[in-house]
């Protein structure tokens, strides 16, 4: 009789004798695909945009438009990510920790932005935002407040394409902590805002993070819904993003190279504070 | 004093949790819930402890109604199966956590975490992370950190669950002595019978969500209200319509008035207990009896050999136990 040990015994010592071939093929595999997907691009642009010398690029970086777009991304970032973390967090709460009808609901809800193209929700935005046609667009209007071409609908295309991205990275660390360290917590007196701060959030501060990096990566480089609802006016509605685009078109590659730079180390900064914020478990 | 659980039933959807369940746990005494999974038996001890509301009835602790109250403002300390250490925090800063909710000063805290860490022999590893504890050192922390908060009541939800056979056999022990160091009123949530009868003074047998029998642990073994007491508690024979306990069960020569023909199928001798595996002649049942090494005139007895059995220590089933002769 052939024991489970006999059926499995030869493919085990098979895949052992090829590991180290096997091992190697992946290692190549990943390296050559980043390396054609990432480090070339990247590297090819950080030399295109230096190629020209130091001087274009100090233009470029003290340029009216230039620093418009960047004060403008950095101040829909500074509304959008403080925002969305803080939605981002209740809503995983509400899902894994609280249970009525309809929480199917909000659960599927959070999953519509990643499905949606980005411009159709900048032409959503405009449908309820115009200032003429609009739903509730006039009414802002006649009380003074731009929306659409103006920052805050950029601020809300961003908020709305980067909602679900906090949610998404607290929902499964939230599951996995369960709920014995917060009752335990609250046996021992605290408050639920006390436990909160600091059980759970201590607990789940890693998705946090990685929900933060994820959400203020894609408000920087967001493209389709903002370029919507702002009009793309160079100097007054320009994220860093568009203002790439526009340098292109207008024929100015280097100004483009060096704007994508800029945002390239943006995102890394982001990483990197983040994984500073958040020291390795013990 | 102590607690007093008043008619108290609980369901979840369909699932009848608890069916109107009164029980009293006296003062400073250490009451085991014993209960087969589905018993109702951690429902209870959460419902003590405020984790879960009652549907009806009430829970009073230390002549304060609880019933209505918050976990926070109830006064008891609990203990976890899987430890819920506060896995950021340092082993002082867990066992400290309730001391600085009350806002203790610092220096008190200290202290205070120094004495119950020595209480809990888990001095030296204060500055420690709970992932860098055994399971039995976390568990040991745990309470800690559910006595530093003085509590009137400890409730301990099947604490040595999660540990293996060696390290449970030890913390019982230790949670018996501290029990008489500590003296507060304790309820142990269990599912293993030799925990509760080693460490407990008193035992409440529950199942299918009512309480079935309260008693000393003398008193659940010998004289078992029903006979599921008696088979979930301690080891049992089971016979066409009859337990016997191994021990009852006496060897005697065959053919003597009273004694059933057996066969002897295995005969097993270790320290200080015998093992014998019958079976009975006339209908091919197994039972196996338990003697005792030091047994007075206990026949020699061989693998095959025919003996005769008493089963007169035998219980029908459904039958109080005080009719078996037990005592």
Redesign the interface.
Known sequence: MSTPTDLVGPGVRQRAGSSTRTRLTLRTIALVYLGLLVVGPVALMTYSAFADGLRPVIETLTDRAFLHALKLTLIILAIAVPLNTIFGIACAIVVVRQDFRGKRVIDSMLALPLGVSPVVVGLALILVYGARNGWVGPWFMEHGYRIIFSTPAMVLATIFVTLPFVAREVIPVLREIGT??E?????????PW?TFW??TL??IRTGVAFGVVLTAARALGEYGAVAVVSGKLAGRTETLTLHVEERWLAFDPVAAYTTSLVLAAMAIAILVIMRRLTPK?? | MGITVSRVSKRFADFVALDDVSVDVPDGSLTALLGPSGSGKSTLLRII???ETPDRGSVVISGRDVTGL???Q?D???V?Q???????MTVRDNVG??LR??KMPKTEIRKRVDDLLALVQLDGFADR?P??LSGGQRQRM?LA??LA?EPRVLLLDEPFGALDARVREELRDWLRRLHQQVHVTTVLVTHDQEEAMEVASRIVVMNHAQVVQIGTPAEIYDQPASDFVMGFVGRVNRLPGAYIRPHEVRICEPGEPGCAEAEVERFLAFGPEIRVELRLRENGQRLWAQLSATEQGMPDLTEGMVVGVDLSRARRVDEPAAAGGAR
């Open positions: 014995d360290q009752q335990a917590a609250s046996i021992l007196g605290a408050s006390q600091m059980i201590p607990a478990e013990h | 402890a405020g984790l918050a976990p926070q109830r008891v300390g609990f976890f899987h430890y819920a250490a506060f896995k950021h956590f309730g909710i009350r992370y992932d860098q745990a950190r559910a908060v």
